[in-house]
C-alpha cells in the first residue's frame, strides 16, 4: 500500500512539472498548428512593422486555431469548427462603418459563391461561409470567380469560405470591392 502511495505521489509530481514546463499561462503559447500561415497569398509583414492587422487577418486567427483545436485535417469536422469558431470569436472585428461586430457561420452551397447581390452589413463584420460537401477544394477554385456579397452595401464585412482543404478570406470596401484577399492552405499532418 505504501509503495502504491509512492508512486501515485511521483506520478503527481512529473505531471505537475509538465505542466508548468509546457506554459501554465497562455502568454507566448507557441503550439504548433497543423496550419501554417507561411503559404497564404497575402504577403507577410516584417517583424520590424507595427502596421495594425487587417479584419481578414484577425479573422485568419480564429480560423487557424478552429482548425488546429478541431483536428479539422484529419476529421472534416465543419459542425465542429463551426461551433469552435462561434465559441472563441470574442467580437474584436470591427465593421468599420457600421459598428457591427456579430460573426455569421451557415451551412452553404459552392452556388452562393456567385451570388453577388446578396449584402449583409447592419450588425455584422464576419460571415463565415462553410462549404461542407467534402468536394470542394481551394487549391481549384478560381477566386476571381467568387462574388458572394461583393457590392457596396456590403461594405466592411469580411466573408470566409471554409473548404476542406483551406480558407478563403476577403474584405469589402466602401466602393464594394474585394480587398485583402487571403487563400490559406490547411497543411495534413502526416
Given at each position: 500500500?505504501?509503495?502504491?502511495?509512492?508512486i501515485?505521489?511521483?506520478?503527481?509530481?512529473?505531471?505537475?512539472?509538465l505542466?508548468?514546463?509546457?506554459?501554465?499561462?497562455?502568454e507566448?503559447?507557441?503550439?504548433p498548428?497543423?496550419?501554417?500561415a507561411s503559404?497564404?497569398t497575402?504577403?507577410?509583414?516584417?517583424a520590424?512593422?507595427?502596421?495594425?492587422?487587417?479584419?481578414?487577418?484577425?479573422?485568419l486567427?480564429?480560423?487557424?486555431?478552429?482548425?488546429?483545436?478541431?483536428?479539422?485535417?484529419?476529421t472534416?469536422?465543419?459542425?465542429g469548427?463551426?461551433?469552435?469558431?462561434?465559441?472563441?470569436?470574442k467580437?474584436?472585428?470591427?465593421?468599420?462603418?457600421?459598428?457591427?461586430?456579430?460573426?455569421?457561420?451557415?451551412?452553404?452551397?459552392?452556388?452562393?459563391?456567385?451570388?453577388?447581390?446578396?449584402?449583409?452589413?447592419?450588425?455584422?463584420?464576419?460571415?463565415?461561409?462553410?462549404?461542407?460537401?467534402?468536394m470542394?477544394?481551394?487549391?481549384?477554385?478560381?477566386?476571381?470567380?467568387?462574388?458572394?456579397?461583393?457590392?457596396?452595401e456590403?461594405?466592411?464585412?469580411?466573408?470566409?469560405?471554409?473548404?476542406?482543404?483551406?480558407?478563403?478570406?476577403?474584405?469589402?470596401?466602401?466602393?464594394?470591392?474585394?480587398?485583402?484577399?487571403?487563400?490559406?492552405?490547411?497543411?495534413?499532418?502526416e
Amino acid at each position: 500500500m505504501i509503495r502504491v502511495k509512492l508512486i501515485l505521489v511521483a506520478v503527481i509530481i512529473c505531471v505537475v512539472s509538465l505542466l508548468s514546463a509546457c506554459g501554465g499561462s497562455e502568454e507566448g503559447n507557441n503550439q504548433p498548428s497543423n496550419t501554417s500561415a507561411s503559404n497564404s497569398t497575402q504577403s507577410t509583414q516584417n517583424a520590424g512593422d507595427k502596421k495594425e492587422k487587417t479584419n481578414a487577418e484577425k479573422f485568419l486567427e480564429y480560423a487557424i486555431e478552429a482548425a488546429y483545436l478541431r483536428n479539422f485535417t484529419q476529421t472534416g469536422d465543419y459542425a465542429g469548427v463551426m461551433n469552435t469558431l462561434h465559441d472563441l470569436y470574442k467580437k474584436d472585428i470591427e465593421n468599420p462603418y457600421t459598428g457591427g461586430t456579430s460573426l455569421t457561420l451557415m451551412n452553404r452551397t459552392r452556388s452562393m459563391m456567385k451570388d453577388q447581390h446578396l449584402s449583409r452589413t447592419r450588425l455584422f463584420s464576419v460571415d463565415c461561409v462553410v462549404i461542407d460537401d467534402y468536394m470542394t477544394q481551394l487549391k481549384k477554385l478560381d477566386t476571381d470567380e467568387v462574388v458572394y456579397c461583393v457590392n457596396p452595401e456590403s461594405k466592411g464585412m469580411v466573408f470566409a469560405f471554409w473548404l476542406i482543404d483551406g480558407v478563403y478570406i476577403y474584405e469589402v470596401d466602401e466602393t464594394g470591392e474585394k480587398i485583402n484577399e487571403i487563400e490559406h492552405f490547411f497543411e495534413k499532418e502526416e
